[in-house]
């Protein structure tokens, strides 16, 4: 969670970028530490979130924990973002990072985006709370996971892991695409994860979950609470590494693209299921071709006779749609009635506006955890 491709993979995770730690080669102790490390963290956490909102004369008093207070934490990050993050330090750094290939803009501020939107993971879990107050923080001990010995969210016999969707939003605003400038959109991919699209749990108004933190006496940035272990690899495993107290180094230096390559060609890319395999397409696991009907269709790409996008016609084997004069070209892969994958292919786009048309399948790839990628990459 935001981040994109010319691949777009986290590392055994939903779309995004590199995640850093490679979770999936930490030893069982390790993901517990880690664990540990993010429950540990959390008071220090949000009583940072609580001086930011207050100082910025946000809304305090309307963060109660409940669904319908995301939005306005949503809104809020978005002005504070715009404001350039007054009163987030330079020092600390996220404990999971979102890897670009690339450095991205405007770095300092790029690490304050990444810290904020890892710290409202701890807002969000306290919205968990109030629908379900035996909610946890647990390590996904599934290695057949895409999620495998993160730390996620356990809660109805679901797992969630948090952490990359909403920093992965954080940092396709960062690059200043606006599909995320919806005031309800992270309201949205959170009832998405939690399964609670169709059937919002009712959660009362209450009292300020934050309020109360602004009496807690600051947590100095050194302090051992806000300190996560860091790991690296040697031997092909994970080994625990102290030091430097900030970002985890990498587990695995697999390098995606996380904007479009201002200087290298626009490359063909694919959108399929995790795990689905380049030379059988066909057989990959079906995917949402409503979702990819509705993002397509509000980037304006019609079919090849200028009609109008449906799911149906997604689901229809070899079809192809444009986006203006080909512009942008995508076919589909699909069979058994199902859609499968999409190949889209940049003919004649001027690259900031690539940009957009990018960053739309990567949101999608992230909310529907998919793969966006090259051929290269796949």
Same mark, same amino acid.
């Given at each position: 969670?935001?981040?994109?491709?010319?691949?777009?993979?986290?590392?055994?995770?939903?779309?995004?970028?590199?995640?850093?730690?490679?979770?999936?080669?930490?030893?069982?102790?390790?993901?517990?530490?880690f664990r540990e490390h993010v429950v540990g963290r959390e008071?220090?956490?949000?009583?940072?979130?609580?001086?930011?909102?207050?100082?910025?004369?946000?809304?305090?008093?309307?963060l109660d924990g409940s669904i319908d207070s995301i939005e306005?934490?949503?809104?809020?990050?978005?002005?504070?973002?715009?404001?350039?993050?007054?009163?987030?330090?330079?020092?600390?750094?996220?404990?999971?990072?979102?890897?670009?290939?690339?450095?991205?803009?405007?770095?300092?501020?790029?690490?304050?985006?990444?810290?904020?939107?890892?710290?409202?993971?701890?807002?969000?879990?306290? #919205?968990?709370? *109030?629908?379900?107050?035996?909610?946890?923080?647990?390590?996904? /001990?599934? !290695? =057949?996971?895409? $999620?495998?010995?993160?730390?996620?969210?356990?809660?109805?016999?679901?797992?969630?892991?948090?952490?990359?969707?909403?920093?992965?939003?954080?940092?396709?605003?960062?690059?200043?695409?606006?599909?995320?400038?919806?005031?309800?959109?992270?309201?949205?991919?959170?009832?998405?994860?939690?399964?609670?699209?169709?059937?919002?749990?009712?959660?009362?108004?209450?009292?300020?979950?934050?309020?109360?933190?602004?009496?807690?006496?600051?947590?100095?940035?050194?302090?051992?609470?806000?300190?996560?272990?860091?790991?690296?690899? #040697?031997?092909? *495993?994970?080994?625990?590494?102290?030091?430097?107290?900030?970002? /985890?180094? !990498? =587990?695995?230096? $697999?390098?995606?693209?996380?904007?479009?390559?201002?200087?290298?060609?626009?490359?063909?890319?694919?959108?399929?299921?995790?795990?689905?395999?380049?030379?059988?397409?066909?057989?990959?696991?079906?995917?949402?071709?409503?979702?990819?009907?509705?993002?397509?269709?509000?980037?304006?790409?019609?079919?090849?006779?200028?009609?109008r996008i449906s799911a149906a016609k997604l689901r229809a084997?070899?079809?192809?749609?444009?986006?203006?004069?080909?512009?942008?070209?995508?076919?589909?892969?699909?069979?058994?009635?199902?859609?499968?994958?999409?190949?889209?292919?940049?003919?004649?786009?001027?690259?900031?506006?690539?940009?957009?048309?990018?960053?739309?399948?990567?949101?999608?790839?992230?909310?529907?955890?998919?793969?966006?990628?090259?051929?290269?990459?796949?």
């Amino acid at each position: 969670m935001i981040a994109a491709a010319g691949g777009i993979g986290l590392s055994r995770c939903d779309g995004g970028t590199t995640v850093i730690p490679d979770f999936s080669t930490l030893t069982a102790e390790q993901a517990a530490q880690f664990r540990e490390h993010v429950v540990g963290r959390e008071d220090a956490r949000l009583a940072d979130l609580a001086r930011w909102v207050a100082a910025t004369t946000g809304p305090l008093d309307a963060l109660d924990g409940s669904i319908d207070s995301i939005e306005a934490l949503w809104v809020w990050f978005l002005k504070f973002r715009a404001s350039k993050f007054p009163g987030v330090p330079d020092g600390p750094r996220p404990s999971v990072l979102i890897e670009m290939s690339k450095a991205p803009p405007k770095l300092r501020e790029y690490w304050r985006s990444q810290y904020v939107a890892e710290t409202m993971q701890h807002y969000l879990f306290r #919205v968990v709370r *109030r629908v379900d107050p035996g909610a946890r923080w647990a390590v996904q /001990p599934d !290695p =057949a996971s895409e $999620e495998f010995q993160r730390t996620v969210i356990v809660t109805g016999g679901r797992s969630v892991d948090i952490t990359s969707p909403i920093m992965t939003m954080a940092m396709i605003a960062h690059i200043g695409v606006v599909l995320v400038d919806e005031p309800t959109k992270l309201q949205e991919n959170f009832l998405h994860y939690f399964g609670w699209s169709d059937d919002v749990p009712a959660v009362a108004p209450g009292p300020s979950v934050l309020a109360p933190y602004l009496e807690q006496p600051v947590v100095a940035l050194d302090d051992p609470r806000r300190q996560p272990p860091v790991f690296e690899q #040697v031997a092909g *495993r994970a080994v625990e590494k102290r030091g430097e107290g900030g970002v /985890p180094a !990498p =587990a695995k230096a $697999e390098k995606v693209a996380t904007t479009p390559d201002e200087t290298a060609p626009l490359s063909d890319l694919i959108l399929a299921s995790q795990g689905s395999e380049l030379e059988n397409l066909e057989s990959a696991k079906p995917i949402s071709a409503t979702s990819v009907a509705t993002t397509m269709k509000k980037l304006g790409f019609v079919d090849a006779e200028g009609k109008r996008i449906s799911a149906a016609k997604l689901r229809a084997p070899e079809g192809q749609f444009v986006l203006g004069n080909d512009l942008v070209l995508v076919e589909t892969i699909a069979a058994g009635g199902r859609l499968r994958a999409l190949m889209v292919q940049p003919i004649n786009i001027k690259k900031d506006a690539w940009g957009e048309v990018f960053a739309a399948f990567v949101a999608l790839a992230v909310k529907q955890r998919l793969r966006f990628a090259s051929e290269d990459e796949f």
